[in-house]
């Protein structure tokens, strides 16, 4: 018997972690899917786009080669005038007149704008050109937006699960240290006390039968017989309860016997699961201090790789751009030159946005303390003092 009740106990448990792991994965892999199907529409519409010189290109390459001319003709007097004039030229320029659509909107280029679109970061330096392209893109945001939310929401509850435990980790040890060395200062006698206090203490953990009761009982037979019989009721009443316990297992045995009742608790269940999505996140309080710190460290360690790949970045370009786009500022004045390897680090932006999601929020609830501190104060300062009149 045992060795057949641990395959289904074995069974039981991958089934559990199946069911607790499937809504979080669920939403990831709707966003990557939707990532995807975005990259693979956009790349066809705004990749394949026919190149047409318009009017003011024709009009900007006209004035280029004048300026050419006239700075060749006379280099000496007219070199601050050229560049005046070249300034004002390239500042009117649309910079969709030197950018090879098919270079721009490759799969891994549409894929990193799509990730810009949902993560409302939008640096700016990749845009649809098209009518369609624009239409598509305000269709694609208004769902891709709100999904993108529901999986910062529930990773949120993931990552507040873990701060939350490890913050009270960290001060159950805290705790434990202050105790340790407080006792450390305690008399001998007083630590042997709680000794023997501790020692004292009995568990039974299988409830005993009749007869050992009775042999165990050796104070009990010295005593009168009435008050004999009460303990020996009491004792077999506790039995009697222990013995009951065995009938919920019988009707655990008829949910398994069952497939449709069982598959309908597993589903419920399920749904229970997506019910509780962000209440870990309210329910997280840890300080602030303790959250600048996660989020400097976890900027940190991403300004020192990137530039591993990104050649025209030091450290603290890293940190700025790194820094922009976890707050979904995204200012697009640091442009990336391989946005492919930089698809790598999704993981990162999703997490490390929803780190700054949960500072944010911390900031907001204690934002919103202090207001309340602030207007109560000022309410009690307003309030007229009640004047005693004599009768």
Known sequence: MASTSQPLRGKTTCKKIFWAVFPHACFILSLVIYGFLGALMFSHIEGKREV???EEYREFLQN???????????????????????HKLFNRADPVWFINPEEKWSFFGSLFFCCTVFTTVGYGNTYPVTRLGKYLCMLYA?????????????????LATVLSKSYNEFRKLQSKILASKLCSG?????????????????????????MELLRNQS??????????????????????????????????ERWSSCPELARGKTVSRVIENFDKIGKELEKLDVPIALMVLVIFVYISCAAAILPKWETNMDFQEAFYFCFITLTTIGFGDTQLEHPKFF???????????????IAFKLGQDRLIVLYKKVISFCAEKNMPSKKIYPK
């Open 219 to 252: 104070g009990m037979k010295r005593g009168p017989v009435k008050y004999r019989n009460v303990e020996l009721f009491e004792m077999l009443i506790a039995r009697e309860n222990e013995n009951s316990q065995p009938v919920r297992n019988k009707s655990m």
């Open 64 to 86: 280029l080669t004048d300026l050419a001319r006239k700075f060749s003709d006379n280099m000496t007097e007219n070199e601050k005038m050229f560049k005046d004039d070249i």
């Open 142 to 158: 208004l769902l891709g937006i709100p999904l993108m939310f529901l999986v910062l929401t529930d990773t949120g509850d993931i």
């Open 186 to 210: 305690c008399t001998c006698s007083k630590r042997n006390e709680l000794k023997s206090r501790a020692q004292s203490k009995i568990v039974i953990n299988e409830p005993l039968t009749i």
């Open 343 to 357: 698809l790598f680090f999704s993981l990162y932006i999703i997490i490390g946005m929803e780190i700054v999601f």
């Open 52 to 54: 047409t010189s318009s």
